[in-house]
């Protein structure tokens, strides 16, 4: 009886911590798109629709203030953004294959433009073709639009503006932290480690929001194009330096700064089936010789467990990446851990399937994708050559945008110089808010012809905290 | 009646089956303008032996089927419901109803234990409701609690029962551990320390809803099935035992309290645990007339004697205080084994004044007594690339030490299974090839107390996410009868399986 009692006093005191919680939880908004919803508006395969000026534009989905807050003058952030990098796109373009002109192009058009081989980067050319096994992602017709100037929101612009001349990098080419404050680090790279300022433009680029809520769906493709992979997954994340264009700004928290974090996140699984309730929480810090942490809530253990943070360069899961390729290129630059030789080995223009920016495009059954929005765009090439004789890659080639110092494709070579696996990517512009969103990525593994294509979609989310990206994150998004 | 739950369960097997082959299943459905996922898998699993024992059969053992459902509903963003569900039958019982050898070996009367799960906590797996407010988790209903850091030997991990009837390798992992009506509060403070990035303070209270303890192998073929353990006696088999077990009444008795407090510092995971409640395994003396044929089945198929043993158990208290510590080595990392760093896994407990059986030798007459214990063990993880064998994927290697001492072991009498000292390893090393679709993996268990072995070689073939295939073997080999893994000798079996997974 007396046990009855004591369950009775737990569960009336449990009831009345509840009670008094309702109100709080309810006062907090949390805005977000979740997976399902994501997939009702836009599938994976086979859907056109242009999700991001119609069912899902953010002036729909964001509350009214949250999206005043975050919107800008959109003549005024492209006047800073060029005064800042010192150069608009259109004007720096047209100078290889003018003969080609804002249109539609079907890979049959190839012998009749063969400025068309000149102007896209190879592998791109080599995938302008109809669709079929062994690798999806080819394009059967490209649409070349103008070239169209892109640019960051003020705050952003400001902050990169104010660190011209005061960000610098050591004797090694690694960035003095203490020198960077927010924006893009190197807006006009040069001198001695220009390759490695535009690597750190890219790094440094806070994609898409500061603090973020994103969904993605993926699917895999066998040689035979057989789907063998589904992948559903959201992520919480938190830039927690360099905040300039959401609060709290600067260093999200003490704690950030007096551990040199700079992002934490939550990667959480709803499918397949054997992934689902698998948290992966991340930790990552700015010191170049620390490696990140990493910690899994297990769904069939129900526990989480400190992962190893050096297993970097194994194949996530069947997937065609690594950790190391995580965003593209998952690493920092480092004298320790798999230090790179980087050195610019072109600076030109290049036909990219840069930034759609309805959210249209979409892949079809035959691995084809379509409705990406190709545009000239003045680029950087950087060959990073790996010092490190073990390491999964001995070199990448890397083409970095020069007027946001956005990555859009990577070429990863193993240690016999074979083609590994290579990433592409997409993002959608948003111009009243400056922003790049989540968009779309194909990653493919070129030996075991292998293609992952994943599209996805992210919010602002000012209302995480610590506590949705920690050890409480991780078990509560756990199974 | 039996015949007509037959058919109901014929009839849901029937019904899930057809649920998971419809693509719809495995969209989101909206209730109520909420989310409701719902995932599941389908399982059928053969396993063949090799030897023609009493104990075992040298062809088909068992026709394992899993039908699995589980469900994840979104209340609100911080009030969820979880559900799942599942249906094990082993066809074995229908397969082999007329075969002459499992049923003169008495096989066939395990029937009521093994062929179907169809008590009602092991169809209700899990059924619980998480409020996350704030800082705060409180979690209400039957769910799996789990502590701990071994994979391979479980020593923290106390608070749910597990189902082990069917052997040691599980049918389905997930579901080999029992869910328990508990309530469970969490609170992660909100830290601006440096070396203390993460906190979490985690109470767990188990009314004792109803009492469900370990599902262990049962004694005899009989009540045990394929896996019953062959114990020595020379001239006879150990049959089914007839058991007085006291259980805590529930509600009444057998109320348990954990508390734990999980720390992320200084890189580390480190965790320090309580535990007050009852052990999930029975302890048992023998009562008179302690051992002895029974009337139908006096002899056995081969001509021995089935003896039955007799005992009255109770299910005795459970004290703890242990530790848990998980950091990696970052030093020990080394280019040319592919520069991964070996992750260590540390656990302890200590147990006091738990119960056990103290047996005289020459009597063999038993009596409950108390020693505290020490358990604890260490894990290695470690990635390695070895790249003449697989140049594109590491191997993954998992070794574990487990130590337990008996502080108080009696100077004459003996603690039947367990010597003052106690140790068993486990390794197990797994890679991928062909793109992550074929998994190949070896298991090692060695008690080296008694000298005796059991190995895991299995090969997992992923066919894409829905159809995976497995193709396995469980062998055992024991120095020393009747101790350790030798009480399994004759059960080496090759297995297969395939599952259906949706969601």
């Not at chain 1, 964001?62 to 492209?78: Q, R």
């Not at chain 2, 396993?47 to 609100?76: C, H, P, R």
């Not at chain 2, 390695?384 to 594109?392: D, E, Q």
């Amino acid at each position: 009886m007396k046990q009855v009692k004591i369950f009775s006093i737990c569960f009336l005191f449990l009831s009345l911590v509840l009670g008094v919680m309702v109100p709080a939880l309810r006062a907090a908004e949390e805005v977000k798109i979740t997976a399902q919803e994501w997939e009702k508006n836009k599938r994976l395969m086979d859907d056109p629709r242009p999700v991001l000026t119609t069912t899902l534009a953010y002036k729909k989905v964001l509350p009214p203030d949250l999206y005043a807050k975050l919107t800008y003058d959109v003549e005024e952030m492209k006047k800073l953004w060029a005064e800042v990098v010192g150069f608009s796109a259109p004007n720096e373009v047209g100078k290889i294959a003018p003969e080609i002109k804002p249109g539609t192009y079907s890979y049959k058009d190839k012998e009749k433009y063969p400025g068309l081989k000149e102007l896209m980067i190879p592998m791109h050319y080599e995938f302008f073709k109809a669709g079929g096994p062994p690798l999806a992602g080819s394009y059967a017709e490209i649409k070349v639009v103008r070239t169209r100037q892109y640019y960051f929101a003020l705050p952003i612009a400001k902050a990169t503006k104010e660190g011209i001349g005061r960000v610098q990098l050591d004797d090694n080419g690694i960035i003095k932290e203490e020198t960077w404050v927010g924006g893009l680090p190197f807006p006009r790279p040069e001198g001695k480690f220009k390759a490695n300022q535009v690597i750190y433009n890219w790094i440094k680029t806070p994609l898409p929001w500061e603090s973020m809520y994103a969904t993605s769906v993926n699917k895999g493709f066998t040689r035979t194009l057989r789907v063998d992979q589904e992948m559903v997954a959201n992520i919480m994340q938190i830039i927690l330096k360099g905040r300039v264009h959401m609060e709290p700004y600067g260093w999200f928290d003490e704690r950030a700064k007096t551990n040199g974090e700079y992002l934490q996140m939550n990667f959480f699984y709803n499918a397949p089936r054997d992934m689902y309730g698998n948290v992966i929480g991340m930790t990552s810090y700015l010191d170049p010789d620390k490696y990140d942490q990493m910690m899994l809530y297990i769904n069939a253990l129900r526990r989480v467990r400190l992962l190893s943070a050096t297993d970097i360069q194994d194949a996530i899961g069947g997937a065609d990446y690594a950790y190391v390729d995580n965003n593209g290129l998952g690493q920092k630059l480092s004298t320790t851990i798999f230090p790179y030789k980087n050195e610019i080995i072109a600076e030109r223009e290049y036909l990219v399937p840069f930034s759609t920016w309805d959210g249209s495009e979409y892949m079809n059954e035959k691995g084809e994708i379509y409705n990406l929005e190709w545009e000239r765009r003045p680029m950087y090439v950087v060959k990073m050559t790996q010092l490190d004789k073990n390491f999964v890659y001995s070199y990448r080639i890397v083409y970095i945008d020069k007027e946001t110092g956005l990555l859009t494709h990577v070429e990863n070579y193993d240690q016999k110089g074979r083609l590994y696996r290579s990433t592409v990517g997409q993002r959608p512009f948003i111009p009243e808010f400056g922003k790049f969103g989540f968009g779309c990525g194909l990653a493919r593994d070129h030996l075991d012809l292998h293609t992952s294509w994943t599209n996805g979609y992210a919010v602002p989310a000012p209302w995480l905290t610590r506590a949705n990206v920690s050890l409480r994150g991780l078990v509560v998004k756990g199974k | 009646m039996k015949k007509k739950r037959f058919l109901v369960l014929i009839l849901v097997a029937g019904l899930t089956i057809a649920l998971t082959i419809s693509s719809a299943i495995a969209e989101e459905f909206n209730v109520f303008g909420r989310p409701l996922l719902l995932f599941g898998y389908a399982t059928q699993e053969f396993s063949y032996g090799f030897k023609d024992k009493y104990d075992t059969e040298s062809n088909l053992n068992s026709a394992l089927m899993n039908l699995f459902v589980e469900g994840d509903y979104k209340i609100t963003d911080t009030l969820k419901f979880y559900g799942s569900s599942m249906l094990t039958v082993d066809w074995i019982y229908q397969l082999k109803h007329n075969d002459n050898s499992w049923n003169d070996k008495l096989f066939a009367k395990s029937k009521d234990e093994l062929n179907v799960d169809d008590k009602y906590w092991q169809l209700l797996k899990e059924a619980r409701i998480t409020w996350t407010p704030s800082d705060f988790l409180f979690r209400v209903g039957k769910q799996i609690v789990s502590w701990g850091e071994l994979l391979g030997f479980r020593i923290m991990d106390q608070i749910n029962p597990l189902d082990q009837r069917r052997g040691f390798l599980d049918v389905e992992f997930e579901t080999t551990i029992i869910p328990i009506w508990l309530i469970r509060a969490d609170y992660y403070p909100r830290l601006n320390l440096s070396w203390l990035q993460d906190l979490g303070l985690e109470f767990v209270y188990n009314p004792n809803a109803d009492f469900i303890p370990n599902q262990d192998l049962k004694l005899g073929n009989a009540e045990g099935g394929i896996w019953a353990p062959n114990v020595p006696i020379p001239g006879a088999h150990l049959a089914t035992a007839i058991s007085n077990i006291d259980t805590p009444k529930k509600w009444r008795e057998g109320n348990e309290f954990g508390f734990r407090a999980k720390a992320n510092m200084l890189g580390a995971m480190a965790t320090l645990n309580f535990f007050y409640g009852r052990d999930n395994s029975p302890v048992t003396v023998p009562v008179p007339p302690f051992i002895s044929p029974l009337p139908p089945d006096i002899l056995a198929s081969d001509g021995a004697l089935l003896l039955h043993p007799f005992q009255a158990g109770k299910y005795p208290l459970l004290k703890f205080v242990g530790l848990t510590f998980a950091k990696e080595i970052i030093p020990l990392r080394a280019s040319f084994l592919g520069d991964v760093a070996p992750t260590v896994y540390l656990e302890a407990l200590y147990a006091f004044d738990s119960t056990f059986t103290f047996t005289n030798p020459i009597t063999t007459l038993g009596r409950f007594d108390q020693s505290d214990d020490f358990r604890s063990g260490i894990e290695v993880t470690w990635k390695v690339k070895i790249t003449p064998l697989n140049a594109r994927t590491y191997f993954a290697f998992t070794g574990e030490f487990f130590y337990r001492r008996i502080m108080d072991y009696p100077s004459f009498e003996e603690i039947a299974g367990l010597k003052q000292n106690n140790y068993q390893t486990f390794l197990s090393v797994n890679t991928q090839y062909f793109h992550g679709k074929l998994t190949p993996s070896f298991t090692w268990i060695h008690d080296i107390n008694s000298n005796s072995n059991y190995f895991i070689p299995k090969l997992v073939y992923d066919y894409d996410y829905h159809w995976h295939f497995t193709l396995g073997a469980q062998l055992f080999k024991g120095a020393k009868e009747g101790e350790g893994l030798q009480l399994f000798d004759n059960k080496n079996q090759i297995f297969f399986k395939v599952a259906y997974k949706w969601g």
